[in-house]
């Protein structure tokens, strides 16, 4: 059965910074390539950060490029997201997700997998 549990949400100031992390299971995971996506309330689930495969290539939302930082350890079967420099505007549920077929996609119907999400508040 696969799994995604992402960790490392929480409440941080405005200008501080999270490391969220995403352990994946029961699949391959250097076969799959990841992706961070966000949801506020009310709104549709919107892209914010891909990697490839191998972790060579990477892809950000403009409203985050320059801030948040994806990488991963296929080692460890983990992504990460270092978001820093974080606005209110960052605050909604974080959620990473995996594809088999597709890499560096921005839509949510692409990929295969889905967590459950992590919170991140950011207070102004």
């Known amino acids: 059965q696969v799994q995604l549990v992402e960790s490392g949400g929480g409440l941080v100031q405005a200008g501080g910074s999270l490391r969220l992390s995403c352990a994946a299971s029961?699949?391959?995971?250097?076969?799959?390539?990841m992706d961070w996506f966000r949801q506020t309330p009310g709104k549709e689930r919107e892209f914010v950060a891909a990697i490839s495969r191998g972790g060579g290539s990477t892809h950000y939302a403009d409203s985050v490029k320059g801030r948040f930082s994806i990488s991963r350890d296929n080692a460890k079967s983990t992504v990460y997201l270092q978001m820093n420099s974080l606005k209110p505007e960052d605050t909604a549920a974080y959620y990473c997700?995996?594809?088999?077929?597709?890499?560096?996609?921005?839509?949510?119907?692409?990929?295969?997998?889905w967590g459950k999400g992590t919170l991140v508040t950011v207070s102004s």
């Open positions: 997700a995996a594809s088999s077929r597709y890499t560096l996609a921005v839509v949510t119907a692409l990929y295969d997998y």
């Open positions: 029961g699949l391959t995971f250097s076969s799959y390539a």
